[in-house]
């Protein structure tokens, strides 16, 4: 899997999933869980939907 999550979008998804879990354990709901799904491509470093549209949020090499 090459990189294709940048610094700012690795942050940007960090606290998206901070704020989706928080509503999910808010709101006591399963949907919470979504919260798992930003927060693995922000440490994995690899978004699986950039690769199909051929977007790069990573600085050019």
Do not use: E
Request: aromatic share 14%.
């Amino acid at each position: 899997m090459k990189k294709n999550v940048g610094s700012i979008d690795k942050i940007i998804r960090v606290i998206l999933a901070i704020i989706i879990g928080a509503l999910g354990y808010y709101y006591q709901t399963w949907w919470g869980l979504v919260a798992i799904v930003p927060l693995a491509t922000a440490f994995m470093n690899f978004c699986p939907l950039y690769p199909i549209f051929g977007i790069s949020s990573c600085g050019k090499k």
